[in-house]
């Protein structure tokens, strides 16, 4: 019906934000649902910022001719990273001459801010496989072949994007600029591995792949592994978007639901809408 609120029903739902933590439980318990939140990640700075600061010397010297941007905060953190030498200026200088690619709207945002325009923005859903098309469709402009290509990543390094640029022929520069790492205090963590195992929780919520990944991990030091992969797949799982999806491919996880946006308020509420039927139909399933 017209004007209904979706519900969870007072089903179980898991989230692993972290940073983003009380807002997410807040939508939960708003949209009718039980929240668990339990943060999955931390971002931590690369103790070496190494390649950044190459990067930032062969930029000013003009020998980059694309950089691909993959996050606002990796964006940010690159930036900070350069700060510290005492060359901003001339970093930026040297960026707004050079054709920069944007994967969404957060490296799209961070980049306005610093006055840099952008050559390309990706289209959503902002996968590695919009990105190359995205390439594609410019290489009359920009052919990649001989092109010296620096890609600003973001935890691990997405194998798929770096050989598809190498395909084509492309220079390919990887720029970390901070890792994932796990929180400090996983304990909230263990104990959302515990629930799943137990068959506690009704649905999970993953906003990014790694949370995938962490909760796994954790799952495996704790020896409950199967156990955990056995309650997922009667849970409803949400995923953000594709490239969260095909990390839970790689796990024999399938996403019943993602938002028709990757925003983290659509995908409460486009689960809410769903949650209980599809429940229901994994239950009828087994």
Sequence with gaps: MAGVTPSFGGLRVLALESRRAPEIGTLIRNSGGEPLVAPALREVPLESNAEALAFDE??????VDVVIFLTGVGTRALVSVVERTGSRDSFLTALRRTKVVVRGPKPMAALRELDVPVWLAVPE????????????AKASEQP???ARVAVQEYG???????????????QVTRVPVYRWALPEDIEPLKAAVSAVARGDVDVVMFTTATQVVHLLQVA?????QAAV????????????GPTTSEELQRHGL?????PSHPKMGLLVREAAERARELLRAKNVAR
Excluded: H, Y
């Design 58 to 63: 062969a930029l000013r010297r003009g020998e």
């Design 125 to 136: 859903p902002n996968t590695w496989r919009e990105l190359l098309a995205a390439l594609d």
């Design 144 to 146: 990649l072949a001989g």
């Design 156 to 170: 691990v390094s997405n194998a798929d994007l770096l050989d598809g640029l190498r395909t084509r022929g492309a």
């Design 220 to 224: 495996q030091d704790m020896n409950l």
């Design 229 to 240: 992969l056995k309650g997922l797949m009667r849970m409803v799982i949400a995923s953000i």
């Design 254 to 258: 399938a996403a019943d639901r993602e």
